[in-house]
């Protein structure tokens, strides 16, 4: 068998294949109502803040609690920026501002805060969360008079275009950055930090760098679902749901591949609009069954299910052919 075409037919189907997937989504607002256009934006949205937290802790083992600060950043600075009235700046400035913002944030608070480690780090970042809503909070009550804010609302279609692109960008990202060095580095560091450091890897700066750059995708994410907000407080922008729910999504779909948290993000993010709408009295309890379920009978996620009954169709087809031979 010839090896370069085998290759070459391995990457040209799935390629392929993501092509047309993306042109079906680029074209969705042509061919669908308005509801699911809102609905594979907020998939979309959910599917950005799980892979932004996967490509940093999803290697390193460092498990973030900060995803919900970056967002609201985001949030905040479309709160900020575009008013319902006002001068009014162009959404992508301001979206390309919210996750800048968040960028810096994260630069400052990794340089701090990963030399600690394990429960410490975790608590470190979720408090991150109460600490920037508890300053604007002040800041409102105190400096401004004013609580909460308007916000211009976008057309649904543009925000929906601007998720998509943010979503691809962010796809490129994970996929260029596993492949390279840096991914390498960040890889060994979650496997043993003293050996990696040992090697000469300047661990903090690559932890750093990988922490900044997901918070990057995580505050344009706010930035543009902010504007299909009416009002906007800092309790809305810095809800702590948003730091354990891309957790939860990433676990659901598996970590061990990069489509695994996308998958586990877009049925997740499904199943609960789903939930709240056919059951809203039981949401909270049946999503509570499905996610224990998933933890202890799935510990590899929707990913890790997929890849047994593959095996176990490959070993079935093998056993079949030795039969017949």
Known sequence: MDITAFKSKNFLIPGIILFVLLIALATLPLYVGLYWVILVTAILMYTILTVSWALFSGP?????????AFFGVGIYTSAMLLPNTGVVLPLLVVVALGGVISFIIALLVGFLTLRLRGIYFAIFTFG??????????FWEINITGTRGRFIVLVDT??????????????????????????????????????????RGINVTMVKVITFAISAFFMGTAGAVIATKWTYIDPYIAFNALFSFLPILMAIFGGMGQIY?????????AYLEETLLTKFPYYYMLTFGIVLVGVILFLPGGLVGLIQRLTRRKRKGGVVEQNANT
């Not at 991150?128 to 909070?137: A, D, M, S, T, Y």
């Not at 695994?260 to 049925?267: M, Q």
């Open 260 to 268: 695994g948290p996308v998958i586990g993000s877009a049925v997740f």
């Open 128 to 137: 991150l969360v109460e600490l920037i809503k508890q300053v604007l909070i």
């Open 60 to 68: 390193s083992g460092y498990l973030s609690l900060a995803s919900a």
């Open 157 to 198: 279609h543009h925000v929906f275009w601007i998720m998509l692109g943010i979503f691809v960008l962010l796809m490129l990202t994970t996929y260029f950055f596993r492949r390279s060095k840096f991914g390498l580095a960040l890889q060994s560091i979650g496997e043993n930090e003293e050996a990696a450091a040992h």
